[in-house]
């Protein structure tokens, strides 16, 4: 159990366009997902806290405008890269806030690897 | 300020030994701690977690000890094996901010 899902894995966008990435929670409902981003040999940084019917809840230093998000259910959110440039490749991965059964874990997608040329 | 860190980058074990990856926090407030385990091109990946009300959390081939007083959290894997090769970060809750807080992760190399 616990499974959570991206797509796309990777992506390879012009400069200047828009780029959707998509997490869903598999098995449990999630109220609460997050979104980080990740440079090589780095941890994780989290960019914005998304809770479903509500809005996103952005880090600071991160553009709200610039990094769209939604959470439209609750075992979906995406996260919408606008007017994307090189500086904004990266790997993105997004977690679900499991909390069921008496946890309160995040369980963590496969990540979506973002290239803009 | 808030800190996860880890003592050492790299660890590097031979294959069936035991591996002890350590961790440091300093929010006194953070009450639920989670490993987890990263493999190169893919997500976190859940190991083991442990509340503040504990001490010591057995899982399978792992262990995971949080020692409060000195803010100091450590993964324990026994016989290693070359799937254990990833990075290994622990992560705190700050306090019930709903949020996680990443250590800079620690790389372990399995040897033959």
């Known amino acids: 159990g616990a499974v959570v899902s991206q797509h796309p894995s990777w992506v390879i966008c012009k400069s200047g366009t828009s780029v959707k990435i998509e997490c869903r929670s598999l098995?449990?409902?999630?109220?609460?997902m997050f979104w980080y981003r990740q440079f090589p040999k780095q941890s994780l940084m989290l960019m914005a806290t998304s809770n479903e019917g509500s809005k996103a809840t952005y880090e600071q230093g991160v553009e709200k405008d610039k990094f769209l998000i939604n959470h439209a259910s609750l075992t979906l959110s995406t996260l919408t890269v606008t007017s994307a440039h090189p500086e904004d490749s990266s790997f993105y991965i997004c977690?679900?806030?499991?909390?069921?059964?008496?946890?309160?874990?995040?369980?963590f997608g496969p990540g979506t690897r973002l290239t803009v040329l | 300020g808030e800190n996860v860190g880890l003592h050492l980058p790299t660890l590097s074990v031979q294959e069936g030994d035991n591996s002890i990856i350590n961790c440091a926090y300093s929010n006194s407030a953070s009450d639920y701690f989670i490993w987890y385990k990263q493999e190169s091109g893919k997500g976190p990946q859940f190991i083991i977690d442990?509340?503040?009300?504990?001490d010591k959390r057995q899982g399978q081939r792992v262990t995971v000890l949080l020692n409060k007083t000195v803010k100091h959290l450590s993964l324990q894997i026994a016989a290693t094996q070359p799937g254990d090769s990833a990075v290994y970060f622990c992560?705190?809750?700050?306090?019930?901010?709903?949020?996680?807080?990443f250590g800079q992760g620690t790389t372990l190399q399995v040897k033959p």
């Open positions: 442990i509340r503040s009300n504990m």
């Open positions: 098995d449990f409902q999630a109220t609460t």
């Open positions: 992560a705190e809750n700050g306090g019930n901010t709903g949020k996680l807080i």
């Open positions: 977690s679900a806030r499991h909390t069921g059964q008496g946890q309160n874990t995040q369980y």
